[in-house]
């Protein structure tokens, strides 16, 4: 989608290493977030951002870290990747709350074998 | 807690037909609903919104009905094309004014036969 990308689009790593996936935005909006999605669970919030270095823990936060030292960056880490996080992983900005929700990235397939 | 469900995970209509997609809330405070589309290997993509304070809202072929004596709300697709062909999701934001985070229900498969 224009405006915010994920990076990157496909990736596979080992159980036990640490990944980090990217979300850029060039909408200088204030709020951003991570979702993952899986089969029977719809999207769920992991952490989320309401400006540069302000994050706080969604539904599913444990085994992620977030961090967002730019207005136009959010990074989500997996400190130490297992099966459990293998899942599609959704990044999301919104310019303010409740305004016709978000926009979100084209998501990042992450397996971890 | 508060939740966002829907009714039938799967709906198969022909096309042309009217699609009726079902969801329910739990919270009867809730005041904006959002219904998204996704489409395979894509993000949701927002399709209408619809505040408490209403009751339907009309978009380009989508219209959407809120009930809140029954915490229930429908996106109705008119005409279903087989580019509707998606998963949708209706949503509402939590949290007020700190974040606005969205909970997701967990998803319509929408399939149009030719």
């Known amino acids: 989608d224009a405006g915010i990308t994920q990076s990157p689009r496909h990736k596979v790593t080992e159980t036990g290493t640490p990944v980090t996936l990217r979300c850029h935005q060039t909408e200088n909006h204030r709020y951003m977030y991570w979702y993952r999605q899986d089969p029977g669970h719809g999207l769920r919030l992991i952490h989320y951002s309401y400006g540069v270095k302000d994050t706080d823990k969604g539904e599913v936060s444990d085994g992620y870290s977030v961090s967002r030292s730019k207005t136009e960056d959010f990074l989500l880490t997996l400190e130490s990747a297992t099966s459990s996080q293998t899942s599609v992983y959704f990044c999301a900005i919104s310019e303010s709350t409740g305004v016709h929700g978000y926009t979100f990235g084209s998501g990042t397939r992450l397996t971890v074998v | ?114």
């Not at chain 2, 709906?11 to 005041?31: F, K, R, T």
């Not at chain 2, 998204?36 to 399709?47: D, N």
């Not at chain 2, 998963?87 to 929408?110: M, R």
Request: hydrophobic letters at 30%; aromatic letters at 8%.
């Open chain 2, 1 to 114: 807690g508060e939740s966002v469900g829907l009714h039938l995970p799967t709906l198969s209509v022909q096309e042309g037909d009217n699609s009726i997609i079902n969801c329910a809330y739990s919270n009867s405070a809730s005041d904006y609903f959002i219904w998204y589309k996704q489409e395979s290997g894509k993000g949701p993509q927002f399709i209408i919104d619809i505040r408490s304070n209403m009751d339907k809202r009309q978009g380009q072929r989508v219209t959407v009905l809120l009930n809140k004596t029954v915490k229930h709300l429908s996106l109705q697709i008119a005409a279903t094309q087989p580019g509707d062909s998606a998963v949708y999701f209706c949503a509402e934001p939590i949290g007020g004014n700190q974040g606005g985070k969205l909970i997701f229900g967990q998803g319509t498969e929408l399939s149009v036969k030719p």
